[in-house]
């Protein structure tokens, strides 16, 4: 879980959510 992600959100939080998923 890299906190970093969360700076994807603003461009597609649900394809972060999808790297981790996987």
């Given amino acids: 879980m890299e906190i ?3 700076g994807d959100v603003s461009i ?3 394809a972060a959510l999808s ?3 996987e």
């Fill in 4 to 6: 970093t992600n969360a």
């Fill in 12 to 14: 597609g939080g649900k």
């Fill in 19 to 21: 790297v981790e998923g």
